[in-house]
C-alpha cells in the first residue's frame, strides 16, 4: 500500500518539525497538520516565517518549501482524518497532575480523546500511528478504542517514537540515528509497517529503519531518554565530587569519554536537565515499574530525577551562600530561561526551578531570553503556585536585553548555553553590576580565568577557579 495522504493530530514541537520533514522529503504525499488550538495553527500558517510557533533552526526554510504544496496546517481535524489513509497521533502526554498515578504516570487522556475521534471520524480502514511518546502497552488501548468505537472498519496500529532532540529538529530528522516502527507480526500488520518504512525510505537509508513489535518500539523510547537522563544525572553527581575534591568535571568528562565503551556525548555537566521528556518519560517508567511491582527498578531510575532536583537545589543554594547567606532584596540576572539552547521552549526548565527557589528567598530576578517572552516566564512561574501571580511580577522582571538584565545586579546566574552569552562586553557588565560582582554559570561556557581578571567572583558547575 502506498500512502497518499497523512494526518498529523497535534502540531506541537513533536507534530510540527517532523510533517513538515515528510512533507518537505515527500512531494507526492499530502500533510496535514491538525490542532484544536487555532493560534497554533494561526501561528503555523502566519506569512511571516519568524512567527511559526516552533523555533528550531532551518525549520522555516522547511516549512517556507513545503507549505502551500503539499504541507497544511488546519483545525478541520475531522475531515483532514477523513481524507487521510495514515493518521499520527503527536499529541501531548504530560505528567499527570491529579488522580491516580498523580506526579508519576503519563496523562494519557488527548491520546485516548484522539483514538475516539480517529474512530468517529473515519469512514475509511486506516494506519493509526503513535507519535507521542506513550507508556508500553498504550497501543492496547488505542485498538481497543478504535476497534469499539470504529464502525466496523479495520485499524493497524504501529509505534513510531520519535527521537529527534529540540534545537536541532531538522538535523535530527534529517539524518535520524535510526527509525524505529514497531506493529504487529501478521500480514496486515506488516503490510501497515511495510507503508510507514516506505515514507521513510524516501531519505532515511533503509539500514537505520528498524522495525520490532509494538511493546518493543514503545518501552525504547522510554528507555533511550532514561538512559540519556542518567549519564547528565551520573556526570551530575560527579560534578559535585570534583567541587569537593579540587578534580575539574571538563576534564573527567574528556578522560572517561574518550573509552569507546563509554563516548564522549551526554556528558556535560550543568544546572540540572530540563525539557518536556526526560523527567516525564522517566517518572513513567517507575510508575510502570512499580505497577508491576518492580521496586528495585523503579528505584534505580527514581535515583537520576532526585540526582536531578539536587543539582537545581545545589545551584540556587550556592548563590546564596556566596552572596553572604542572603539574596533577599538584591538583584539577580538570569541569562536564559528555555531549558536548552537554540529552543524557546521553557518546559521543566531548570531555570524556572532555579528562580523558584530564590525568589522564596525574597530575590529580585530580572531575566533575559533571546527566544522566550515575559509572558512565558510568567506563566511558568505560576504554573508552580508557589505564590501568587502578582509577587511573582513582583519580585521577577524580564528584560529584552542582557545588560539591562545585569545593571545593578549583585550576581548574574547563566542558566541556558545561548552562544550569544558567550561573546557579551563581559568587561561591561562587570562595570554595571554592583560590587563584589558575582558569575555563577551554570552551564560552562565562559572561561573563569579572564572572568576573575576581569574582577568577577566567578563559579561554575564542577570545577574550582
Ligand atoms: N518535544 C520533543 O522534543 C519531543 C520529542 C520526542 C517525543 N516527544 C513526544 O511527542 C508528544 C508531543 O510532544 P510535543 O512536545 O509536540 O507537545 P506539544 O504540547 O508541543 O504539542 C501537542 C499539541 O497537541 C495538541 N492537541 C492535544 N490534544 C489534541 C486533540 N485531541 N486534537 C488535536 N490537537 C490536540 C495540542 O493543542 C498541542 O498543540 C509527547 O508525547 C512527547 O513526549 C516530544
Ligand atoms: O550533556 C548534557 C546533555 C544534555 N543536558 C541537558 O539535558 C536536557 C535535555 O537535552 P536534550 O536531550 O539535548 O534535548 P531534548 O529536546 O529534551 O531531547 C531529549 O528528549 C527528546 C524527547 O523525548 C528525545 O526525542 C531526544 O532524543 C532526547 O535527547 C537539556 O536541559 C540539556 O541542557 C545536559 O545538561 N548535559
Redesign the pocket.
Known amino acids: 500500500m502506498k500512502v497518499k495522504t497523512i494526518c498529523c493530530i497535534g502540531a506541537g514541537y513533536v507534530g510540527g518539525p517532523t510533517m513538515s520533514v515528510i512533507a518537505q522529503k515527500c512531494p507526492d504525499i499530502k500533510v496535514i497538520v491538525v490542532d484544536i488550538n487555532q493560534d497554533r495553527i494561526d501561528a503555523w500558517n502566519h506569512e511571516d516565517l519568524s512567527q511559526i510557533p516552533v523555533y528550531e533552526p532551518g525549520l522555516d526554510r522547511v516549512v517556507a518549501e513545503a507549505r502551500g504544496r503539499n504541507l497544511f496546517f488546519s483545525t478541520d481535524v475531522n475531515s483532514s482524518i477523513q481524507e487521510a489513509d495514515m493518521v499520527f497521533i503527536s499529541v501531548n502526554t504530560p505528567t499527570k497532575t491529579y488522580g491516580e498515578g498523580k506526579g508519576m504516570a503519563a496523562d494519557l487522556k488527548w491520546v485516548e480523546l484522539c483514538a475516539r475521534q480517529i474512530a468517529e471520524a473515519s469512514k475509511s480502514d486506516k494506519i493509526v500511528v503513535e507519535k507521542s511518546?506513550l507508556p508500553v502497552r498504550t497501543a492496547q488501548a488505542v485498538k481497543d478504542i478504535l476497534h469499539n468505537t470504529g464502525n466496523g472498519l479495520k485499524f493497524q496500529i504501529l509505534s513510531n517514537p520519535?527521537?529527534?532532540?529540540?534545537?536541532t529538529a531538522i538535523p535530527d530528522l534529517d539524518n535520524p540515528d535510526r527509525v524505529l516502527i514497531g506493529g504487529d507480526d501478521t500480514p496486515e500488520g506488516k503490510e501497515a509497517i511495510q507503508a510507514l518504512v516506505d515514507v521513510y525510505a524516501n531519505w532515511v537509508p533503509r539500514e537505520k529503519i528498524l522495525t520490532t513489535n509494538v511493546w518493543s518500539s514503545e518501552l525504547s523510547k522510554l528507555t533511550?531518554?532514561a538512559f540519556?537522563a542518567q549519564r547528565?544525572s551520573s556526570i551530575n553527581a560527579i560534578s559535585e565530587l570534583c567541587e569537593a575534591t579540587g578534580a575539574n568535571v571538563e576534564e573527567v568528562a574528556k578522560a572517561i569519554g574518550t573509552d569507546s565503551r563509554i563516548g564522549p556525548k551526554?556528558?556535560?555537566a550543568?544546572v540540572g536537565?530540563?525539557?518536556s521528556?526526560?523527567q516525564k518519560?522517566i517518572l513513567n517508567m517507575v510508575y510502570i515499574s512499580r505497577s508491576y511491582q518492580l521496586n528495585e527498578v523503579a528505584d534505580y531510575w527514581e535515583q537520576v530525577i532526585k540526582m536531578n532536583d539536587h543539582q537545581k537545589v545545589r545551584f540556587a543554594k550556592k548563590i546564596i551562600k556566596n552572596l553572604y547567606n542572603t539574596v533577599s532584596g538584591k538583584k539577580i540576572a538570569f541569562l536564559g530561561w528555555a531549558?536548552?539552547k537554540d529552543t524557546n521552549d521553557t518546559r521543566e526548565s531548570?531555570a524556572i526551578y532555579v528562580a523558584d527557589f530564590l525568589l522564596s528567598e525574597r530575590a529580585n530576578i530580572c531575566v533575559y531570553d533571546p527566544k522566550v517572552p515575559k509572558e512565558k516566564v510568567y506563566a511558568d512561574l505560576d504554573y508552580l503556585n508557589t505564590r501568587f501571580p502578582e509577587e511573582n511580577r513582583q519580585l521577577v522582571q524580564v528584560a529584552t536585553d542582557p545588560y539591562e538584565a545585569c545593571k545593578d545586579a549583585h550576581a548574574v546566574a547563566i542558566l541556558t548555553e545561548w552562544d550569544e552569552f558567550k561573546i557579551l562586553d563581559w568587561g561591561q557588565i562587570y562595570e554595571l553590576m554592583l560590587k563584589p560582582a558575582n558569575v555563577f554559570d551554570g552551564r560552562n561556557i565562559l572561561d573563569g580565568a579572564e572572568m576573575n581578571q576581569l574582577g568577577f567572583r566567578f563559579q561554575a558547575i564542577g570545577k574550582s577557579y
Do not use: H, I, P, R
Open positions: 511518546t520519535e527521537f529527534l532532540a529540540e534545537g533511550a531518554n540519556l547528565v551526554f556528558l556535560k550543568s536537565f530540563g525539557g521528556c526526560f518519560d531549558f536548552k531548570a
